[in-house]
């Protein structure tokens, strides 16, 4: 399987964040690649938002740049050991 990152969800990043030692991870960024000029790479950072040069060309699994709260933030605040809210919770009183 061969991608760019595309946020921080999907198959891709799934099996490149947890899909166990089956997988090779290799990165290889632009800046390693000997097609891409030095002069296109920062021609690109200047016309792109930071995050999606560094997902594009650095491999990078950055969150969506509209994106309020870094992914990894949030699946940290997670808890399973909370029973879910019943809603409309406001019937009940």
Known sequence: MMSTPNG???FFWKSWERGGEHWER???TAYE???ISPDFLAEERREMAECDFRQEYLCDFSGASS???D???LDQA???DV???KFPAWRDF
């Open 33 to 35: 690649c000997p097609r």
């Open 83 to 85: 029973p879910p809210l």
């Open 71 to 73: 992914r990894r933030l």
């Open 78 to 80: 997670m808890r399973s």
């Open 8 to 10: 921080q969800r999907g």
């Open 67 to 69: 994106s309020l709260f």
């Open 26 to 28: 290799i990165r290889v």
